[in-house]
């Protein structure tokens, strides 16, 4: 039994977190990354906030967010639902948070986590429903119908977001703008607004980042904890298996199986990413566990009559999950990298706005705006996730507590 | 632990980034800068007085005399043999309108021009490939050529005259005499090659009728696999081939075909004594000769009649020509032709700005940055020129006939309408290229220029589609239509080459302006091999394509509906039409061009009025060239960049 005022594991960490400047500011500045992204169609959509026709008045941009015919992506289907649910998700937590503060260990960690599962389940469970039944609607393109019914004499007030441009409709007579007032970075060959484009790129460049390394650490945890639990020839054969996906050059290896991938979704990308990058983290799991393995509390639990399942997963993994959570805050980074690479060669998902895919259209076009700001944002980003992953590991590091 | 494994890799991989722009901003700034020397070397030497023309010396050993063939027009680039042949007025032959190098120019020096490829082979029956005609044609010579300025008349070359004393069926060719073949590069001094050894000066072969007798040879074995393979189909109706003797040719067909003559004209002769031995000088064996063929030791290699001898081929670095010192013909403009390996494109202007190349033609996002967006001198060198030039290529989104979704003309037709060709060709091809409206290139008389192209109308397109039965029944934005009793929504894939950012744009702009008629497009960028399989194997919605049709169009291999059922056939997209078909065969049998160009002209409005193809543009390349070069000509017949035109003007100071 924990008394009251000891710190949990997780408080140890944190509060050595909070010390670290640099760690810290650079989780704002990614936090604020992680609202751009939720937040982005306020910012920017071509779908009028209020649309008001004679007297009729009518919410189109409300109307698009769940439109699987705007809204193509399941990315930014989830993004908006985190967006709509956050009002009530955001203010909850954190007066659960702050409500249980003075409570004992066990009673704290267990209501926090059931405000966590609740909030968890509402975004879950609103997403399910989008997706399942998903709103469709006709095409319409707002800007150019309001010329048009201007043309014909007729009333319209309409409301846009600040930039009035959608990531994807194109214009052909409004191409290769420069910076102006109106397109603050221009536009691009297809005269989509690029400030629009590169804000929506946060969206898929974030949910590359995390799903591919969520992806490829749970296959290198499991994989890790056998080879590192049961030892002999399980863990030799395991090891020859990684040796072997070591040796192959990464960048080849993406490159191959992109090139044999029909119809490449973001998806398709984040796996692809996971199945070359999975034998870090097992390798760094292995060793824990090989360490592990031989300590006192390991031999207790059996003592006790535990089954496998529970002393690999509850009794060591909590021990040895440190590491891996540095390599993850690292991983992150570099799968942005990698997306952006892939997009770069032409081998991306061209129907999304990824920063890779505009540093591309760049590349050919000559144009600096489409080479510079994404090249901007993926250098900011890589850097904040590096600079709190640096934080992470030092905070975990008894020897560096401060 | 693991330090420094991942966070070394990121940073790594931003180094990367960090240097690979750098590098690229002082390769830029690198190129400049050597332009910038390069100039102030030539205003130096100017400046003194001093220059190489005329003299041996200089950059690229040059050795040349100013001549002027301005007024040579006609006869005088035409072999004796040749003159007295034309005399007769049954040969089919005509003048030429032009010697090949045209004005004033000095003969000699390099021509440097870059590769983006290598080629496949050099020996035109087996490789594959558009580039090797070119190569073909420098090195070797056709019985007769297409006229640069006029594609319907034949020039003579290796032919001095071809009659036809029975209107179509046998045509008597008579040929050049006193040709001699290139002497294989190989390695002489060793000795291992006295073999190759004729009996002409030199150790040279004499070219003779047998070395076209040759070229049937190989097309009647099946074994020979390759460019030949795919060039059969044009030569069934030809019966025998044969020499009557060594300078005469008896060509005998089973059918009067429109085609023939171009098809038998366009031939290069291939050298029996080369291709029929191994490299240590055996004969192959009658059973298995061609077989050996498409692995010859010699196919890397080219070998010919013509005014450039094969110098040198390194894989990934250069392919070099040199003149032909004996060559029968007007002697060669270059002493020697150089085509240096660049792989990247977006590298072409700058190989153009350091000196290093005297002309490359250049992507149309290049030519927008370079030419259009240039204030004043082009790469700001007053000596780098800029000139584009019409093909006859034509680009085009074939549809799959054979799904029910794209079976009704309406369909089509509202396809096309949706789709902004002009406004695409003005801001993404940076206007290199004119709208197209038919299944032939525009410069012949075939394409009626009277036909209007479908205008951009995103509201005739709805009403085309709901015409056709296309309506949006659920209210989801996505048209549907109740197809063999199940409710098909309107959507499809659109396969695309994949490394082409101006395919991309135009497919995301298309794209848009069809979901705002209510169909969904996926576009599916693939790899050129895997795009080949799927077009082969026809598993696309629709899919982007180009088409480099030849000066006369024969329509059977694209359009007859006996060619829809065929695997891997050209008409890919199953086009299967009864009129279509009639004047298909009968263009093939009519020889009056009046009587031609009308039932060219219908079949360009029937064609038209179905749409199987959402025809595109035609379009315009542009080319950065030297001034020290002529202003290129270039031909409207393949290939295009005919360097045996081209010329200096001046010698290149180098």
């Known amino acids: ?114 405000a966590i599962f609740m909030a968890l389940g509402l975004i879950v469970a609103v997403f399910a429903g989008v997706t399942a039944f998903p709103t469709q609607s006709e095409k319409t393109v707002y800007p150019r119908m309001e010329q048009k019914l201007l ?83 399980v863990d030799s054969a395991i090891q020859r298996i990684i040796e072997v996906v070591i040796c192959i050059p990464s960048l080849f290896l993406i490159l191959t199986m992109a090139a044999f991938i029909e119809d490449r979704s973001i998806f398709h990308i984040m796996f692809i990413i996971a199945i070359v990058r999975w034998t870090g983290p097992a390798r760094l799991v292995r060793a824990e566990f090989l360490r592990l393995r031989r300590l006192d509390f390991v031999a207790a639990a059996e003592a006790a009559g535990y089954g496998t399942r529970h002393i690999i997963f509850r009794e060591i993994l909590p021990n040895a999950i440190g590491p891996v959570l540095v390599s993850a805050t690292f991983g992150v980074a570099s799968a942005i990298l990698v997306e952006s690479t892939m997009s770069f060669l032409g081998l991306g998902d061209i129907t999304v706005p990824s920063w890779g895919q505009i540093l591309n259209s760049g590349r050919t076009t000559g144009v600096w705006t489409l080479i510079l700001a994404p090249g901007f944002a993926i250098f900011l980003t890589v850097s904040l996730l590096n600079l709190v992953g640096e934080g992470v590991r030092d905070a975990l590091d008894p020897k560096l507590r401060k | 632990m693991s330090r420094s494994g991942p966070n070394g890799l990121v940073i790594g991989g931003l180094a990367l980034i960090l240097v690979g722009t750098l590098y690229n901003a002082i390769q830029i700034n690198n190129a400049e800068q050597l332009g910038i020397d390069n100039q102030k070397k030539l205003d130096e030497i100017l400046k003194n007085g001093v220059r190489t023309s005329g003299q041996s010396g200089g950059g690229g050993g040059f050795s040349g005399d100013v001549v002027n063939n301005a007024t040579l027009m006609g006869e005088g680039c035409l072999t004796d043999q040749a003159k007295a042949a034309l005399v007769d007025p049954s040969n089919i032959l005509t003048q030429p309108t032009q010697c090949r190098a045209k004005g004033e120019h000095t003969r000699g020096g390099t021509l440097r021009s870059v590769l983006a490829s290598d080629p496949r082979g050099l020996n035109p029956y087996i490789a594959n490939g558009a580039d090797v005609t070119e190569y073909g044609l420098l090195m070797n010579d056709y019985m007769a050529e297409r006229d640069i300025n006029n594609p319907d008349k034949w020039l003579p070359r290796l032919a001095v005259s071809v009659t036809t004393p029975d209107d179509g069926l046998t045509y008597i060719v008579k040929l050049q005499e006193g040709v001699y073949w290139h002497k294989p590069t190989v390695d002489w001094e060793s000795g291992d090659f006295d073999w190759l050894k004729g009996d002409g000066p030199d150790g040279r072969h004499e070219f003779t009728a047998d070395d076209y007798v040759f070229v049937w040879d190989m097309m009647q074995n099946q074994q020979v696999a390759g460019r030949i393979d795919s060039m059969r189909n044009y030569f069934e109706a030809m019966e025998s081939f044969e020499a009557i003797d060594d300078h005469t040719l008896k060509v005998t067909y089973n059918e009067r075909l429109y085609t023939n003559l171009a098809n038998l004209l366009e031939l290069y002769p291939s050298p029996r004594w080369l291709f029929m031995y191994d490299q240590d000088g055996r004969k192959y064996e009658e059973a298995t000769w061609g077989l050996k063929l498409n692995e010859h030791w010699y196919n890397q290699k080219g070998i010919g009649v013509g005014p450039y001898k094969f110098k040198a081929w390194e894989s990934g670095v250069k392919l070099e020509f040199e003149a032909n010192e004996m060559y029968w013909g007007e002697p060669p403009a270059f002493d020697r032709i150089l085509r240096p390996v660049v792989k990247d494109q977006n590298a072409f202007p700058r190989k153009v700005k350091a000196g290093e190349v005297d002309i490359t033609s250049i992507q149309p996002e290049q030519y927008k940055t370079v030419v259009l967006d240039a204030d004043g001198e082009i790469l700001d060198n007053e000596h ?84 056709a039965g296309w309506t949006d029944s659920d209210n989801d934005g996505i048209r549907d239509k ?173």
């Open chain 1, 1 to 114: 039994m924990q008394h009251a005022e000891d710190p949990t594991y997780g408080e140890i960490v944190w509060g050595q977190f909070q010390k670290r400047k640099i760690g810290m500011t650079s989780l704002y500045a990614l936090l604020a990354l992680v609202a751009l992204a939720v937040y982005v169609p306020i910012l920017a959509s071509n779908k009028p906030f209020l649309w008001v026709v004679a007297g009729e008045a009518t919410s189109p941009w409300l109307a698009s967010l769940f439109d699987r015919n705007f809204y193509e992506n399941a990315v930014d289907i989830f993004f908006n639902v985190l967006m709509v649910t956050s009002p009530l998700v955001v203010p909850g937590i954190i007066w659960r948070f702050k409500s249980t503060k003075g409570l004992p260990g066990d009673e704290k960690k267990s209501k926090r986590r059931i």
């Open chain 1, 151 to 233: 043309d014909q004499g007729e009333e319209v007030t309409a409301v846009y977001p600040v930039l009035p441009y959608s990531f994807r409709d194109t214009n052909v007579r409004e191409s290769r703008l420069g910076s102006s007032f109106s397109h603050p970075l221009g536009t691009d060959s297809a005269g989509r607004d690029v400030m629009t484009r590169l804000v929506f790129g946060t969206r898929i460049s974030l949910t590359i980042g995390v799903f591919a390394v969520a992806i490829y650490i749970t296959i290198g945890i499991v994989v890790g904890a056998v080879a590192g639990f049961y030892g002999g020839r």
């Open chain 2, 482 to 654: 109740v197809i063999n009793g199940e409710k098909v929504p309107f959507e499809f894939t659109f396969l695309m080459y994949g490394s082409s950012t101006e395919y991309e744009t135009l497919a995301s702009i298309w794209r848009e302006a069809l979901l705002e008629v209510g169909v969904k497009m996926t576009p599916s960028p693939v790899e050129w091999s895997t795009m080949l399989k799927k077009m082969d194997e026809r598993e696309f919605d629709v899919y982007s394509g180009a088409w480099v049709p030849g000066w006369d169009t024969d329509l059977m291999q694209l359009w007859h509906s006996s060619e829809a059922d065929k695997p891997q056939s050209s008409n890919r997209i199953g086009f299967r039409n009864e009129d279509a078909d009639r004047i298909a065969e009968e263009l093939r049998r009519t020889f009056d061009e009046d009587r031609r160009t009308e039932l060219c002209h219908e079949f360009h409005a029937l064609v038209h009025e179905e749409q199987p193809y959402t025809f595109f543009y035609a379009r315009e390349r542009p080319v950065l060239y030297w001034d020290h070069l002529n202003e290129p000509q270039f031909s409207l017949n393949w290939p295009y960049q005919d360097k045996r035109y081209w010329s200096f003007q001046s010698a290149p100071e180098r």
């Open chain 2, 384 to 467: 780098i020129k800029t000139t584009k030039f019409a093909t006859l290529t034509y680009f085009y989104m074939g549809w799959n006939l054979d799904d029910p979704k794209f079976e009704d003309k309406r369909v089509r037709q509202a396809m096309t309408m949706s789709f902004d060709r002009q406004g695409i060709i003005d801001s993404v091809f940076h206007g290199l290229g004119t709208l197209h409206t038919g299944p032939y290139p525009q410069q012949v008389a075939c394409y009626d220029k009277s036909i209007e192209p479908y205008p951009y109308d995103i509201d005739a397109a709805k009403a085309l589609l709901e015409e």
